[in-house]
């Protein structure tokens, strides 16, 4: 157990639809990055939160936001789903940076049919 | 912005064989350089990073990474390989003074052959 905690761990839902994923930070970690990860794109970063602000964007759609909240969890909102946002999306934590490296959750599984 | 190119996509190499995995790395800043392993349906686990100092970095597991500046290169290596190595090996930089996103390489596999 790495101490980063996401749920859930399998999703499948319809296109055109919404899902929330969200990530316990391990305990003390104040960074929290999310990234998609699909076979042909490989680790794509999306965001990244510190202390509750957004801290770094990257590949992230529209159609996706997230937030963290006072207690430091996240929720990564993914809207109006198409087939293509299939993938494994993964939740980091940090407590010194990302430049120490980070801590991964078991990520979520997210199949759109 | 900085990059990762890892060469192989996937690596076969027979048990006890030692092994290096290759990664080059492009950014116009100083870098940390980080290896990951993805075990089959688990996340990602930190092998090793370099921060600075010593540019022979060792890892959990046996693995080991130089960082060659010159070359701009982050090679993983092990001297003997076992059948519980099968996984996926993620090279991964981060930019020194700028954000402190990860970048990822696309992986390579690396498959053990009996």
């Known amino acids: 157990d790495s101490g980063v905690t996401q749920t859930p761990k399998h999703l499948i839902t319809a296109t055109g639809q919404r899902v929330t994923l969200r990530c316990s930070p391990r305990?003390?970690?104040?960074?929290v990055y999310w990234y998609q990860q699909s076979l042909d794109q490989g680790l794509q970063f999306l965001i990244q939160?510190?202390?509750?602000?957004?801290?770094a964007k990257g590949n992230i759609l529209e159609r996706f936001s997230a937030q963290q909240f006072p207690d430091l969890h996240s929720e990564l909102n993914l809207s109006s789903l198409e087939l293509g946002d299939s993938a494994l999306y993964f939740c980091?934590?940090?407590?010194?940076?990302?430049?120490?490296?980070?801590?991964f959750g078991s990520g979520t599984r997210l199949t759109v049919v | 912005a900085q990059s990762v190119t890892q060469l192989d996509s996937q690596v076969p190499v027979f048990e006890e064989a030692p092994v290096e995995l290759r990664c080059n790395y492009s950014s116009s800043v100083s870098v940390y350089l980080f290896w990951y392993v993805q075990y089959p349906n688990q996340g990602l686990q930190l092998l090793l990073k370099y921060l600075s100092g010593s540019t022979l970095v060792k890892g959990i597991n046996g693995f080991e990474a130089e960082f060659n500046k010159s070359q701009t290169s982050f090679h993983l290596r092990k001297p003997s390989v076992h059948i519980s190595d099968t996984a996926e090996y993620f090279c991964a930089v981060s930019e020194r003074g700028r954000d402190d996103k990860i970048i990822f390489g696309k992986g390579t596999r690396l498959h053990i052959l009996p």
């Open positions: 980091a934590s940090s407590s010194k940076g990302g430049n120490y490296g980070y801590t």
């Open positions: 305990s003390g970690d104040l960074s």
């Open positions: 939160y510190y202390n509750g602000e957004e801290r």
